[in-house]
């Protein structure tokens, strides 16, 4: 099968992966052999390609947003056929045993492995992934326009639920949100069918903040401009913790400020005052099977739009590079099949 095989993190400018033939996984117990349709492209794809995440296999195929169609099923797999269209996301498999595990935080789990990270992803026309780990994906949603639900729709679903709101209070509810790249035009679009304002701040004018205004954005600045009003939370999307303090300052007492990327630059140091009056900062780390099944079945109901742009398959690079340049509008979806 063709597959792109990252061999050494390096800038995304010197086209560090590479296109490579090699043979298809086998499924073993428990997984599932996917023919990948479409699989998004995400930032932290970014920060594993470019080695700002530690290397944990090498060679490596990222992608963890894969939309594919069963073609072959390992031994034990109950509940799936072929031909099924399934999702896997970035939660490939844990433990089951673990304290966080027992406890419901799958996400933390001790033993966690993550697809396109320490497991093969979806750059490539084959994967492999656990039975258990894969969503049944709704219809009302096509290959490409499911694909950036798989990440960007599952965190910013936690983030939403992360900032302490209960679903009965997101009427009227102020919320930032800072950066409005992929998973940040998903959530606004929960937030408002939730009842809520949304204030974003984000560089780009004609691509981050056009499409703001156009998914009903309450308020649109720039980056680290302060909203008119104080938020009752907001979530952090941009990798830039020098807006750690700038959404501190526009929150209201008792407000969480959620940070939603698993990779972030440091946070500058800030005067108590900022965080004084019970406000809270909290990182998401991951996501739960329960918040995937959860997202997927609010985003259907809605139902979410993701704008996509389009890669084809022999353009990986390319479209790493358009995602560090803040140069995509929505979502970034390379076409497999
Ligand atoms: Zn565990
Ligand atoms: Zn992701």
């Known amino acids: 099968m063709k597959a792109w095989l990252l ?58 947003q894969i939309v594919g169609r069963v073609s072959a099923l390992g031994s034990a797999v109950e509940g799936f056929a072929i031909g099924d269209r399934v999702g896997v996301a970035w939660l490939n498999r ?31 026309e084959y994967a492999v992934a656990p039975a258990a780990f894969s969503y049944r994906l709704p219809d009302n949603f096509d290959d490409i326009q499911a ?53 974003v701040c984000t560089r780009d004018r004609e691509r981050h903040q056009a499409l703001a205004r156009e998914l009903g954005a309450t308020w649109v600045g720039d980056a680290t401009d302060e909203p008119p009003v104080k938020l009752d939370a907001s979530i952090i999307f ?51 099977r329960a918040d995937g099944r959860d997202f997927l079945v609010e985003a259907a109901r809605i139902p979410v739009r993701s704008h996509t742009q389009r890669f084809p398959f022999d353009q990986a690079n390319e479209a790493l590079i358009a995602l560090k340049n803040d140069a995509i509008r929505g979502a970034g979806v390379l076409i497999v099949d």
């Open 7 to 64: 061999n050494k993190p390096a800038s995304v400018d010197r086209r560090p992966l590479v296109i490579s033939d090699i043979a298809e996984p086998v499924p073993g117990a428990g997984e599932l052999l996917l023919r990948v349709a479409a699989c998004g492209i995400c930032r932290t794809d970014l920060h594993v390609v470019e080695g700002e995440l530690p290397v944990r296999r090498s060679p490596l195929i990222p992608g963890h």
């Open 238 to 288: 941009a990798p830039a913790g020098e807006l750690v303090p700038v959404a501190l300052k526009a929150i209201r007492k008792g407000g969480t400020v959620v940070l939603g990327g698993i990779h972030m630059s440091p946070i500058p140091s800030f005067d108590y005052s900022l965080i004084y009056g019970e406000r809270m900062v909290r990182s998401v780390a991951n996501n739960t």
């Open 94 to 124: 844990t433990c089951g045993v673990c304290d966080f595990c027992i406890a419901g935080r799958e996400n933390l789990c001790e033993q966690a492995m993550f697809t396109g990270w320490n497991v093969n992803g979806g750059y490539a």
């Open 147 to 199: 694909a950036p639900l798989l990440c960007a729709g599952i965190i910013g679903y936690r983030c939403l639920r992360l900032t302490g709101l209960g679903l009965d209070e997101w009427q009227g509810a102020r919320l930032g949100l800072y950066g409005f790249g992929a998973a940040g035009h998903v959530c606004i679009q929960l937030a408002r069918a939730r009842g809520a304002e949304v204030y």
